[in-house]
């Protein structure tokens, strides 16, 4: 049988995927390698953008209410060096809860999503569990335990198979399989791209009952509890996250384990007890690499997500532009014309290219090559309380450059 759509990878791209290929009124199945009764780690891609919510709820109305509700939205940033604070800024609460769309399910004007929040934050799990109910809501057809490993396509089809020996036939096939790929690979093609030596520690804990932390975003340069290391705090529904910027010759054990966290947390995060609520820990390095092609020669296989481009967490643009790929690959599939692929492809790898060079700017900052670099960065805090701007310059710079990808891009991120 020739199933319309697959969508390949159950991550919130592939969800969403599948949630805006329904939205279009076709049916799609998505394969995934995971059992139905898995566990996805950690907070990872928290800060969920004002424009991802007008697409969910684009592809799902009522969504983006559903996210917002359990998410938080901090009003403060903060930034400091080493220990002095050197910007701060309170923005006022939105006076109207977010609305959701009753309308199309393609419908994405500002009516429609009138009164969301600029962003909102909450763990990934969180963000996938709303997904997955949406889903199964929308009618989409979930495989679990299906690990794809082998991608033929052809000029009326593509045939997908899993290690244990099935096979599924479909015109159009969405590959959300995440960072290693097995389609992106079947397909060969190649990732280009940096991956930086240094390491990045990531913890999330449990806010304590009855001694929560203020609700702000915190980032610190050269922090003296740690050795001169930059950290940032990000608050999320139920606790916040940490994360710990180690220099390039940092041994692991020495940062990126759970003993080595009880040594250091405490001296960045401020009362006592957080070592005990430890939700995750884990590390990264920053790789900025994008996919040479984002579709196949025969435009039967869209890449998307982390399939297609990989991106350092710093300015949220992995998962956010994800589901950008996502709408979009959704309504090259629904055309259905090899031209309406091309033109995903070429757009959403703009966007990409984009992301990535936005990703290196702020690489740049985090981790200086040139010591001109560093010595820019103590200027501005030395100057920050008599020229803000300066105070501004470092409280931006981490994240990369704020405006959009190009129109041709057609999106934010
Ligand atoms: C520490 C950290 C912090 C982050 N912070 C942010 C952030 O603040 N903002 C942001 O936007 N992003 C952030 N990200 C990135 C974000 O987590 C990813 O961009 C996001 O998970 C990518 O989603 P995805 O669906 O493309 O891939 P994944 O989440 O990797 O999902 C891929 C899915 O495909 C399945 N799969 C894999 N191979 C196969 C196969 N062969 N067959 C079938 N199924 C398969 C997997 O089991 C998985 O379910 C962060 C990441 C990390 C590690």
């Known amino acids: 049988m020739c199933l319309p759509v697959i969508v390949v990878g159950a991550g919130p791209v592939g969800m969403a995927a599948a949630l805006a290929v329904r939205a279009h009124g076709l049916p799609v199945t998505v394969l995934e390698t995971d059992r139905a009764d898995r566990e996805r780690p950690g907070s990872r891609a928290l800060f969920v953008h004002r424009e991802t919510?007008?697409?969910?709820d684009?592809?799902?109305?009522g969504l983006a209410a559903e996210?917002?509700?359990?998410?938080?939205?901090?009003?403060?940033?903060?930034?400091?060096y080493r220990g002095r604070e050197v910007y701060a800024r309170s923005f006022a609460t939105p006076l109207r809860p977010p609305e959701s769309s009753a309308a199309s399910p393609s419908a994405e004007t500002t009516e429609s999503t009138g009164g969301l929040p600029p962003f909102t934050s909450l763990r990934q799990v969180d963000t996938e569990r709303f997904l997955l109910a949406a889903?199964?809501?929308?009618?989409?057809d979930f495989v679990w335990g299906a690990k794809v490993n082998g991608v033929r396509v052809t000029d009326t089809d593509a045939v997908l198979t899993s290690e244990d020996g099935r096979s599924w036939t479909s015109s159009r096939v969405i590959a959300a399989d995440g960072a290693r790929s097995a389609v992106r690979r079947e397909l060969g093609i190649r990732m280009e791209g940096t991956r930086s030596r240094g390491f990045h520690v990531v913890v999330d804990v449990a806010e304590t009952p009855g001694a929560e932390l203020p609700v702000e975003r915190v980032f610190h340069y050269e922090h003296p509890g740690v050795g001169g290391r930059s950290v940032m705090r990000v608050p999320f529904t139920g606790g916040f996250q940490v994360d710990l910027q180690c220099r390039d010759d940092d041994p692991h054990a020495s940062f990126g384990t759970r003993d080595a966290v009880h040594e250091w947390l405490p001296?960045?995060?401020?009362?006592d007890g957080h070592v005990d609520r430890i939700l995750w820990v884990s590390t990264y390095r920053f790789v900025r690499k994008v996919a040479a092609e984002f579709t196949d020669p025969r435009r039967r296989v869209l890449l998307v997500g982390e399939a297609a481009h990989l991106f350092p967490p710093f300015g949220a643009r992995g998962m956010n532009s994800g589901i950008a790929d996502a709408a979009a690959a959704a309504e090259a599939v629904a055309t259905g014309t090899p031209e309406a692929v091309g033109r995903f492809a070429a757009a959403r790898r703009t966007a990409a290219l984009f992301n990535s060079a936005a990703a290196g700017a702020a690489l740049e900052h985090l981790r200086p090559r040139r010591r001109i670099v560093r010595a820019k960065q103590r200027a501005a805090a030395a100057l920050a309380p008599v020229l803000p701007w300066c105070g501004q310059w470092l409280e931006r710079a981490p994240y990369g450059p704020r405006h959009g990808s190009p129109a041709s891009a057609g999106r934010k991120y």
């Open 58 to 61: 684009g592809m799902r109305p």
């Open 53 to 56: 919510l007008r697409l969910l």
């Open 67 to 80: 996210i917002t509700s359990h998410g938080q939205t901090w009003h403060t940033k903060r930034t400091l």
């Open 135 to 140: 889903c199964q809501s929308a009618g989409v």
């Open 267 to 271: 001296r960045v995060v401020d009362g």
